[in-house]
């Protein structure tokens, strides 16, 4: 079974269509699940509590899960200085606690099955420095150290973990960004176009498969920084 | 529950790769002297968590309340054992 977070909308949304069209058994989580044609169960990643009782559940089920893929996110758009403060710690609880929290607690099924892989997302915003996103790099660079550090203390049980750092990939995330701003992001990858939430399917499948296994501790740049 | 301390030990002894009677109460598991590095802690709270489901109850060491624990839990053989006793009887 392969748990993806953030899965009823965007990247995880489109990533668990890609699974179940390659036939992986997909476990979607996601605050909204009613609407979705795959099973998912309701969660907010950033509860430890609400991400624990789905893990038991798991462990409960002697499910064995093979993959975490962490894409549950938000964003918002905004000066450091006007941000509120609400929306900073929202923004630090989703987006870092999150990743942090379904790593502890699903990490230990992976241990279990001694091979496991685990894909965290990031964003170009980290790399580049985008103004404007300062808070949401900041999550992002969170995720980005905590992925390094984590795949050295999950090698030993043969679970990789990487991180996938996308561009401007077409999602709701990128609602209020303007065409210019999208297009001057683009222009400073090193191939410069935006890409589609496929392309970084690609990645997930790639990093899935068993010819990856020497990957982990990766951020991987989607167009190149 | 002589009985369930001594499979407790008994799993200890197996994930540090001892002779189980070199394991007893006393038996330092983390700090100085300690018996695990932190990664042999993780398997054995798996190998625990297995026991626990064997005699019917959640060995809990993920949840707030069992990390904020877990620096007395992990002290010696005999304050994991205790632990894993008092879960077993609902008392922790």
Redesign the interface.
């Known amino acids: 079974m392969i748990v993806v977070t953030g899965a009823s909308r965007g990247l995880g949304r489109a990533i668990c269509a890609r699974l179940i069209s390659l036939e992986h058994e997909v476990l979607g989580l996601a605050r909204e699940v009613a609407e979705l044609p795959f099973p998912a169960l309701t969660c907010d990643v950033a509860s430890y509590e609400q991400v624990r009782a789905i893990a038991q559940t798991l462990r409960g089920r002697s499910e064995k899960v093979s993959a975490l893929i962490n894409t549950a996110g938000i964003a918002s758009m905004n000066l450091a200085l006007t941000t509120p403060s609400d929306v900073s710690k929202r923004i630090i609880e989703t987006n870092l606690l999150g990743t942090i929290y379904c790593c502890q607690l699903f990490g230990p099924l992976m241990i279990r099955n001694k091979l496991g892989s685990i894909i965290n997302f990031s964003t170009i915003a980290v790399a580049l420095g985008l103004k404007g996103e300062s808070i949401y790099a900041a999550s992002k660079a969170g995720v980005e150290g905590f992925t390094r550090a984590f795949a050295r203390e999950m090698s030993e049980f043969n679970v990789n973990v990487n991180c996938i750092a996308p561009g401007p990939i077409a999602t709701d995330l990128l609602r209020g960004v303007s065409s210019a701003q999208i297009a001057e992001i683009v222009s400073r990858q090193i191939i410069a176009r935006q890409f589609t939430p496929d392309a970084v399917c690609d990645l997930v499948e790639m990093l899935l498969s068993p010819r990856s296994r020497t990957l982990s501790g990766e951020i991987l740049h989607v167009g190149g920084v | 529950m002589l009985n369930i301390e001594q499979r407790v030990f008994e799993i200890i002894a197996s994930v540090a790769g001892v002779k189980p009677a070199l394991i007893d109460a006393d038996k330092q598991l983390i700090g100085e002297g300690r018996l695990f590095d932190s990664?042999k802690l993780?398997?054995l709270?798996?190998l625990l968590?297995d026991l626990a489901t064997e005699l019917g109850f959640?060995f809990d060491w993920?949840?707030?309340a069992a990390m904020s624990r877990s620096v007395s839990m992990f002290r010696t053989a005999g304050s994991l054992a205790a632990e894993f006793i008092a879960q077993m009887s609902g008392r922790s």
Do not use: A, H, P
């Open positions: 990664m993780v398997e709270c798996l968590e959640n993920t949840s707030d």
